[in-house]
């Protein structure tokens, strides 16, 4: 007020009303009055905004006969008390997954542009490896695990909390902001498997000989970051761009048992297109994950993805490398006839006969999760009427193993597995399924209603997939006919154990949501 009046900084400044969210999206040809007083030589403007719905409501939920049932709830408040606050509560409750997050940020902390803002989170993670297999290829191979026997497969639960703290501040005269978070998490996992035992044993989370996952893992990490957005608004964006840079540091100065670094880039960018009201989209994200100083990342700080807030045509976590790791199992010893072979032992003064069994070595089947991902989005948005838009999309993502050496037995077990088992051979890595590494893409429609009620567009979309991985995996067979007492007894650990899994992902799917990719 006062000064020269400057067409450039009127349109940034409508520009920074748009990103506050608070406001109907504002046009700068349309949102204002301007009069002008060549007396005075002066200009008065009269602003017109209509204040948004300050709050947010998602609705997520599913029944399958495989992963059970879920249902998801978010709420977020953007002008929390008239003040400027946000806060955020997010829930998932299901079979497999229970998650709650709560969050408050202060835009204006003592009354300077200082964000401050903290959230805390606890979550819980049922691992049925039978299931997750089934999720992965798109059939029900339940049968075929439970034939395997409990003991033999890699089940668990793993339970996190933790919280963090952020702050940020904006560089002068730019659209930029640079900020410091600390967060701290705990997590443990309760083994409900031989086999899971086994394997959280003795994977090289610490380095170290010895138990150490189950006994739990803490984080203590700092993320310096550099934020630049220009992008109009936040939830019907039509121009602008969006540049997010960060740097994740844990070490065990900081007060955890985790060496880790994780850098990451997101980059958003938004025009106009052929037609007035038309906007492209476009969305890369990429990252990377590794441990350091003789340690390797905790094994839920690697990437999974697939689902709608990525690759739209594939299920949530669908998208992960499936790699194999030594380990060991019982089988039955059986007759020549192939039936059960029984020995009598006496048991509290009583006979009693039981099946001979013995201990093979195999290449236990793990989803790993990748150490790199890397994701780009694009949409072209079509007004339709109103609130609706059509949108014409195509995701393609990637998530690898780029350090497979982050994913080892420890010295111990492997020795251990080597002396029981000499003719394995086993050198303590994992062996990387073939094809599960490739590259994922999707393309379809969306159609997108805007909701005043949940300030939240809701989507229908139908995805294609164009490139999905469709083969049998073969578990690496280490076992050799020489340590059986007969044929039958090979035959029936191969089946078991060395038999190959069908990869089935699906090449369609349709869904709804609410929210946005990007």
């Known amino acids: 007020e006062g000064d020269i009046f400057n067409t450039r900084l009127w349109e940034v400044s409508i520009l920074r009303l748009n990103q506050l969210g608070y406001f109907e999206q504002l046009k700068e040809n349309e949102a204002a009055e301007i009069k002008r007083d060549t007396r005075t030589n002066t200009v ?9 719905g300050k709050n947010s409501v998602g609705l997520t939920g599913g029944v399958s006969g495989i992963a059970g049932s879920f249902v998801g709830f978010n709420y977020s408040t953007n002008n929390f008390l008239g003040l400027g606050e946000t806060l955020s509560i997010d829930t998932q409750l299901g079979d497999r997954l229970r998650a709650v997050t709560f969050g408050f940020t202060e835009p204006y902390f003592l009354d300077r542009p200082i964000q401050l803002g903290f959230t805390v989170f606890t979550q819980r993670f049922n691992f049925d490896q039978g299931r997750e297999v089934s999720l992965f290829t798109g059939r029900n191979l339940l049968p ?51 086999a899971a035992k086994t394997y959280f044993d003795y ?31 936040p939830i019907t964006p039509s ?14 100065f900081l007060g955890g048992n985790v060496n880790m670094i994780q850098p990451s880039l997101d980059f958003k960018w938004f025009r106009s297109a052929l037609k007035k009201g038309h906007v492209i989209g476009m969305h890369f994200m990429g990252a990377f994950v590794s441990g350091y100083g003789g340690r390797v990342a905790p094994p839920f700080n ?81 007004p339709i009427v109103g609130p609706v838009t059509l949108a014409a999309f195509f995701d393609a993502g990637l998530n690898k193993i780029l350090r497979p050496g982050q994913l080892t ?35 379809g429609l969306e159609l997108q209603v805007l909701l005043p009620v949940v300030n939240a567009p809701f989507r229908i979309y139908w995805a294609y997939n164009p490139t999905v991985v469709r083969r049998w995996l073969q578990p690496p067979v280490v076992v050799e006919r020489s340590s059986f007492p007969n044929q039958a007894t090979f035959a029936g650990a191969v089946v078991l154990f060395g038999q190959a899994t069908p990869f089935w992902e699906q090449k369609s799917t349709f869904r709804f949501t609410i929210g946005r990719t990007f």
């Open 44 to 52: 008065d403007i009269t602003l017109k905004v209509k204040e948004r």
């Open 144 to 194: 075929f695990f439970e034939a395997l026997g409990k003991d033999n497969l890699l089940n668990y639960v793993s339970n996190g909390h933790g919280f963090t703290v952020f702050t940020s501040y904006p560089l002068r005269r730019t659209f930029a902001r640079v900020s410091l978070t600390y967060g701290y998490s705990t997590s443990r996992y309760t083994v409900l498997s031989t």
């Open 203 to 233: 994977i090289n989370f610490q380095g170290l000989g010895g138990p150490n996952t189950l006994s739990g893992i803490r984080t203590s990490q700092i993320i310096p970051s550099y934020i630049y957005n220009t992008v109009d608004h």
């Open 239 to 252: 121009r602008g761009k969006s540049l997010s840079v960060s740097m994740g540091f844990a070490g065990s």
């Open 302 to 382: 690697r990437w999974y993805i697939g689902g709608e807030q990525d690759i739209r045509g594939f299920d949530i976590w669908g998208i992960s490398p499936i790699a194999y790791i030594p380990s060991e199992a019982q089988v039955n010893v059986l007759n020549d006839d192939g039936s059960a072979r029984r020995q009598k032992v006496i048991v509290d003064g009583q006979e009693q006969f039981v099946a001979v069994t013995q201990r093979i070595p195999i290449y236990q089947m793990i989803f790993p999760g990748g150490d790199a991902q890397a994701v780009g989005n694009f949409e072209y948005r079509i």
């Open 409 to 443: 037995l420890n010295p111990d077990r492997l020795a251990e597995l080597n002396s029981m088992f000499p003719q394995a051979g086993f050198d303590g890595r994992v062996r990387i399924a073939e094809g599960t590494q490739r590259i994922r893409t999707s393309t």
